[in-house]
């Protein structure tokens, strides 16, 4: 479903991210890639929303060379793929319920499918009764509930999560990645970039490891090795 | 679907002006000055416009006729000077007519309207009042008058004399005075205008800047260029429109004070009245441009984050 094909990747300051990157996604798989600071993850993740160009070599998702996919067909492209960050990223100017719905109407979903879809995915992430609340009014826990829900509001063919428990604390750690593993069990594929050990060792899913840019480990129901 | 859209990104638009209230405000309160200078660059440029008009109209000829001179010949006379492409009227005044004139002018100094019993007969003579079309042309017709043209010729004779060249120093100024205020005031128009719509520009460049997260979360969330623009586009709209009406409100007050001190030293004009009279258009003028200012700037400033790869 994804490949990086020998993806390398300098910046124009000179800063060398990714080096020489090779490896592949199926459908379905849950892997995390786990990595110090500054090791490439959060590159890797931006050549796969389009965000940047690899220097050489091509990245891939579902045949398809994102590099060479148009502009203007680049959101149809982000539709297929939900994604949620450390910190959030939500639109602060709108409700829990709007910011869920705007992922739909980006989509061009009709007002039917949003007023069915958005209270039931608030509902799968346990929201429902902060569903008009400002993301100023909701906890780190429930914000990164929101992200989620608006990730996978569109039913999307992968989930990237860039470090989601990065800002939470344990209790909340263990319930985002008890949604992530549901997502992944009705067959969604998910990437789980994070530095949390216990996060990995608990999955007991395929991790890749990364170090300066290069992937030194790629185990099938790895540990976390750093 | 492109209703549904529009629909959307219209009640975006209004969701976010509302909300983003403080900064709406300050983009709205900056818009009102622009607008307000713009604005006033129109209202001055019709009030010197009307004030040079006036002045203008001041400037005549009056070509003095001989006594003795039949009517049918300073008809003849008047109709040969309506044939000039130059002249825009010429007003017929009998001896009977001057004389009447002459004495209402000097109604209240009774020793002139004394002498001028005394005298008896009537002392004055006919005239013919001509108005130019532009007060450059008095020197041609001038010259028509003096009998160089061929038309003209038999008819000096009752011409007892032409006040031109009594006044030509002052047409000469007053036409090089009213040329200059013109130039002048479409250049201070003009300079007035670019200031304002560079102060609109940045102030909503600014509020779109405080925005540039959320630009970037809905493209990562798949919004179309389109999609993410219009919302910023219908804030822009609203803040001019705002700002529009507001300035509005403010001119009425202001030209209202203004009418007393312009009728203090020059008398032509009422701004008030003139306000008034084309609100309709200074109200399309200042809420449109506005508006566009609005649209535009909001236009250019998202396109900044936009056009990211």
Redesign the interface.
Known sequence: MIYFDNVSKVYPDGTSALDGVTFSVDQGEFISIVGHSGAGKTTLIKLL?????PTSGSVSFDSVDIQKVR?KDM??L??RIG?IFQNF?????KTAYENVA??M????K??EEIASDVPHVLELVDLSKKMWNFPRQLSGGELQRVAIA?AIV?HPDLIIADEPTGNLDPVNTYEIIQILKKINDIGTTVILTTHNKGVVEALGKRVITMDHGKVVRDDATGKYAL | ?LW??TK?IIKAGF??FW??GSVSLSAVFVMVVALFMIGSTFLLTAFLGTALKDLENKIDINIYIAVGTKESEIMDLKQRLEGLPEVETVLYVTREQALENFRELHKDDHRIIQALDEVGDNPLTAILNVKAEEPSQYEGISNFLQGKSALVSGASSIISKVNYNDNKIAIDRLSRLIEGVKKLGSIITALLIGISVLITFNTVRLAIFIAR??IS?????????H?IRGPFLVEGVIYGLVAGLLTMILFYPVTYWLKNVTQGFYGGIDLLQYFVANFVDIFLITVLTGMVLGAVSSYLAVRKYLS??
Not at chain 2, 217 to 225: A, D, K, T, Y
């Open positions: 929303l389009g965000e940047e160009h502009a959101p149809t982000r539709r994604v990223r939500l639109l602060p100017t705007f992922a109407e980006a989509a061009g009709t007002d608006r569109n | 679907m549904v859209n959307r969701i976010n909300r983003n997260d959320e979360v809905m493209r990562l969330v798949g919004g179309g260029n999609y990211v790869h």
